[in-house]
């Protein structure tokens, strides 16, 4: 645990035989190189690519039991697709360290008494260590009081004005950054998850259901995934878990975990609870539509979140860049601040520009129908091209902003709620029915006159057409749109200065 140290004085000298100093010695110079080079070496056996050889290296150890036989190994990737088998018969099981998983061999044996000296010097130490971990969540909220060292951003990528929820206050601003991802560690995410209390159901999807949870007297979001959809839960958690996305517009990651209800198994992502909901839900509900002041402030705040998907931050922890792939309004939350934070990256495709590594994920899960781009519905796009990607999370974007234009007052005229393309497909329209509308009529969503009529608005139109075009290389970036959009700011408040 960063911040804190543990020294066990023992209450006599302990003397060390030779042969168990090297050992301890070979030990601590085997986990320095695990330090150094993010590898462990494991024992190899029963296994095609042992070959000749007793060990090899890769990111994590593993032991996979079928029918009574054992083999051992190394995942060159980390993922927990690997390492939570659910096939009959076979279990999998991995862990990290030096040669851990030849300890999981059925025989038992006694320590000898060179280790039962170790034993007694380590021992008291772990078990210290795995108390101060148990009850971390208390710790950090009494004793830890120093706010994390922030992102260090690129010049070009601008951090949005600071503007949190105040009811998590500093518990999440320090809790929730740790390591090289943006939530707990991963055996305090589990003690987390037990200790939420589930208080009432907020959502449901094709994805499963969204609860409103209590933990240490504050709101949490608990995503509660259906077995059917346990890769999304799955690429959730791993992106949220390897790469730094702590932003004002990305959804704030608490813990993620398995858990057991009636004898079946449920996936949970825990998140920042948002109390006004989805941004599709706000734009129905608002009944006297947006003022342009808060238009520009949604739509700015979306471009803000994307960027920060959309940027690969170099640094000893940055991230790698992160195409959404299924940006709508659903997938938007409004914040108690009117900013918005882009939720749901079960679909993400992750990208690295120092090994050229496009991470495109297994799920099988396919984006949402009306928001997908003329080259998905033609099925042109290039999928071993990042860039794509990007370019398809921009034409969702631009039906995003109008979707939000469509409900703000200019003049005294306000539109009802639509969803895109409302007036030529139906409430689920097909595959087909999208590509005949985008791709063969390349029909876009129509604008009300009385938008052209103001200056903010006029140019969120603009912005949003230059969004929609049928060539992919021809849409703005990310960075161009909150460029564009920033420059709003100052207009509109002097609007608002003039009116009152």
Known sequence: MEGVSV????SAPVSMPLSAMLSLCLTLALAADQHRTGKVECVCRNR????????????????????????????????????HSVIKDVSTNCCSTHHCNEATRPTKREPNPEQRDLLHVWLPIVVLLLLLLLCCPLLYRVLCR????????????????????????????????????????????????????LAECVGKGRYGE??????????????IFSSR?????????????????????????????????????????ITHFHELGSLYDFLQGAASGLDPSLCLRFCLSIACGLVHLHTEILSTQGKPAIAHRDIKTRNILVKSNRQCCIADLGLAVMHSQANDLLDIGNNPRVGTKRYMAPE?????????????????????????????????????????????????VGADPSF?????????????????????????????????????????????????VRKSLSRLQPLELDKIKQDV
């Not at 050889?53 to 990737?77: A, R």
């Not at 999440?172 to 987390?192: A, H, I, K, M, N």
């Not at 969204?210 to 995503?223: C, S």
């Not at 702590?246 to 992502?269: P, V």
Request: glycine share 6%; aromatic share 10%; net charge negative.
């Open 376 to 424: 998905v519905l033609e099925e042109s796009i290039r999928t071993d091209c990042f860039e794509s990607y990007k370019q398809t999370d921009i034409w969702a974007l631009g039906l995003v902003l109008w979707e939000i234009s469509r409900r703000t007052v200019v003049n005294g005229i306000v539109e009802d709620y639509r969803p895109p393309f409302f007036d030529v």
């Open 229 to 269: 959809d346990e890769q999304s839960w799955f690429r959730e958690t791993e992106i949220y878990n390897t790469v730094q996305l702590r932003h004002d517009n990305i959804l704030g990651f608490i813990a993620s975990d398995m858990t057991s209800k009636n004898s079946s198994t449920q996936l949970w992502l």
């Open 210 to 223: 969204v609860w409103r949870g209590t933990w240490m007297g504050e709101n949490v979001a608990v995503k």
């Open 7 to 10: 020294a066990v004085m023992p």
């Open 432 to 480: 087909e029915e999208m590509r005949k509308v985008v791709c063969v009529d390349q029909y876009r969503p129509s604008v009300h006159n009385r938008l052209n009529t103001h200056h903010t608005l006029s140019a969120i139109i603009k912005i949003m057409r230059e969004c929609w075009s049928q060539s992919p290389s021809a849409r703005l970036t990310a960075l161009r």
């Open 48 to 83: 095609p690519e042992c070959h000749n050889t007793t060990t090899c290296q890769g990111l994590v150890c593993f032991n996979i039991h079928t029918h009574g036989e054992v083999s051992l190994g190394c995942f060159m990737e980390n993922t927990r697709a690997q390492c």
């Open 146 to 197: 120093t706010r994390p060292a922030s992102i260090q951003y690129p010049d070009h990528l601008e951090k949005p004005p600071s503007g949190g929820d105040g009811t998590y206050g500093d518990m999440f601003d320090e809790f929730c950054t740790s390591g090289s991802g943006t939530g707990l560690p991963y055996l305090v995410q589990r003690t987390v998850a037990r200790q939420i209390s």
